[in-house]
C-alpha cells in the first residue's frame, strides 16, 4: 500500500470538512446580512441560528469529533508502514459513512438513522484500531 492510498481517504474527509465549513460560513452570513439573525442574539453561543444553518453547523462539528481519531490512526499507520488492504478498506468504509452521516445532517436529518450511520463508522474506526494495535504489538 502507498502513501496515496491512505492519503487518499483523508483528502476526502478533509474536503467534506471544508465544505460543510464554508456552508455553515455562508448561511451565518446571509442571516447576519438579512437581519434575520441580529449579532447580540449569537454572541455568546446562543442558539439563533436558523434550522437549516445550524444542520450545517452541527454536521461540521461533528467532522471535528470522531474523524480526529481517524487522521492521528492514518498518520501511525504511515509512520509505522503496516498499512494494508484491510485498513485501507476499512478506512474507506469510516470515510463512505462520514459523508453519509454529513448527509442525512444536513437532509432528511433522521436521528436514528444517523445513530446507525455514526455507529457503523465507529465500528470500523475502532476495528481499525485493534488491528492496528495488534500489528504493533505483535509485530505482525
Do not use: C
Not at 437581519?35 to 454572541?43: K, L
Amino acid at each position: 500500500m502507498t502513501v496515496a492510498d491512505f492519503l487518499l481517504p483523508v483528502f476526502v474527509l478533509v474536503f467534506l470538512t471544508f465544505a460543510l465549513l464554508l456552508r455553515t460560513a455562508f448561511g451565518r452570513v446571509s442571516s447576519l446580512r438579512s437581519g434575520e439573525v441580529r449579532p447580540d442574539d449569537i454572541a455568546l453561543g446562543e442558539p439563533g441560528w436558523p434550522k437549516r444553518t445550524t444542520q450545517f453547523g452541527n454536521a461540521f462539528k461533528n467532522q471535528l469529533e470522531l474523524p480526529v481519531l481517524f487522521y492521528v490512526l492514518i498518520a501511525f499507520i504511515l509512520i509505522t508502514r503496516v498499512g494494508d488492504v484491510l485498513l485501507l478498506v476499512l478506512a474507506w468504509i469510516f470515510v463512505i459513512l462520514r459523508v453519509v452521516h454529513a448527509y442525512i445532517h444536513t437532509t432528511n436529518n433522521i436521528v436514528l438513522l444517523r445513530g446507525r450511520v455514526y455507529g457503523g463508522g465507529l465500528v470500523a474506526l475502532l476495528a481499525m484500531w485493534i488491528i492496528f494495535a495488534v500489528k504493533i504489538l505483535t509485530g505482525i
